[in-house]
């Protein structure tokens, strides 16, 4: 008998998967229900679009199920937003409020708010968005023993770009990588990020470091030197490496920016010392990479002269592909990284908007 009561007494909890996202299938939602209707949570959109330097609202509601309350009453309700990363087990955390109090964490602080529209409103507002910000985001309300959550994926406008240094073909371990594509005014781009620029038509026969650790590169175009030519066109994957001790290429990723790209019309041609003071003496600075990318994948950028950038490579950006500026395909093409000291070419220039 007494087997049977603690029975009815103590609560109910049960396990389901997520719906509709096959990219969290190892993830589960665990609902602790009390006596009386389990709470829900509720995201209206499973993915949002935005760029950087935008606004966006990470949309979230709670509600119990079978009542069109909010809440019961009887405890304070608790908002907590992380953001999930490619291990499962870990999650960074944003913003938690309960009642009139209000924490944000690491670079989202100043930068996020809940939008609190009506009484049962979690979402998540966040400004001024930064290359970092993309991902997915859980939220999570918890009201005394129950509780319920919802993720949103941040997906962000930009471009993914193969990168190498100076020294050459496959010099980077995963924290260089990373550092790499920071100088470049980008991020070390993801799964996802590599595989829409596949789709977009991205290939590249160079193994680059991604995000989760992981090795890979996109092939449109099957041929013996990239796995074969009888091969499949995809995503090919060499799996996850030592990041302190394993050496490859990065694909970084980056989007639009808050300022001007151009061409610096000079008189001469400057060698690398010359082009850097050029742009300064103009009032901006030597563009970088990750900016003739954005510049030529989003704005439609297009020109055939070569030009220097900040970390010593000559590239020129073609949107219109031409006889003698790359006829093929519309690209940003590669000079190389000639002698800075002795080499004469034209410049590329950024300067930021306050």
């Known amino acids: 008998m007494k087997s049977l009561l603690f029975l009815v007494l103590i609560s109910v909890c049960w396990a389901e998967p997520h719906p509709d996202n096959s990219s969290l299938e190892h993830e589960r939602i665990i609902h602790i229900q009390e006596n ?3 709470l829900l949570v509720v995201a209206e959109q499973a993915k949002i679009f935005s760029h950087r330097g935008g606004n966006v609202t990470l949309p979230c509601k709670f509600y119990h199920e079978h009542t069109s309350t909010a809440g019961s009453g009887t405890h304070k309700i608790r908002v907590k937003w992380t953001k999930l990363t490619s291990d499962y087990l ?6 938690v409020a309960m009642g009139h109090h209000r924490k944000s964490y690491g670079n989202y602080q100043g930068r996020v708010f809940l939008r609190g529209s009506s009484e049962n409103d979690a979402s998540l507002i966040i400004t001024n968005i930064i290359l970092e910000d993309y ?8 009201e005394g023993l129950e509780d319920d ?28 990588a990373q550092r790499a594509c920071l100088d470049q005014d980008s991020v070390i781009a993801s799964f996802d990020q590599l595989y829409d620029a596949w789709r977009s038509g991205l290939d590249w026969c160079n193994a680059g470091w991604l995000s989760d650790g992981s090795v890979q590169y996109p092939i449109t175009k099957p041929r013996e030197p990239c796995g074969g030519k009888n091969t499949v066109p995809g995503v090919r994957n060499y799996g996850f490496w030592d990041k302190d001790k394993s050496r490859y290429d990065v694909f ?26 050029a742009c300064l003496k103009d009032g901006a600075q030597i563009a970088k990479v990750g900016q003739i990318f954005a510049a030529w994948k989003l704005l439609g950028y297009d020109r055939c002269d070569a030009g220097w950038l900040a970390d010593g490579s000559v590239r020129y950006p073609i949107s219109r592909p031409r006889k003698r500026c790359s006829p093929n395909e519309a690209a940003v093409r590669f000079v190389g990284f000639p002698d800075k000291k002795h080499k004469l070419y034209g410049v590329y220039c950024f300067r930021a908007y306050n």
């Open 36 to 38: 009386g209707p389990r």
């Open 90 to 95: 870990k999650e960074v955390d944003v913003f």
């Open 135 to 142: 991902g997915r985001y859980k939220c999570e309300v918890i």
């Open 149 to 176: 959550t919802a993720v949103v994926a941040l997906n962000l406008e930009g471009v993914v770009f193969p990168y190498s240094p100076r020294l050459g073909r496959y010099n980077l371990n995963y924290h260089e």
């Open 252 to 277: 970084c990723f980056t989007s639009n920016f808050n300022g001007r790209f151009y061409y610096l019309i000079h008189p001469t041609k400057l060698t690398y010392d010359e082009a850097v003071q």
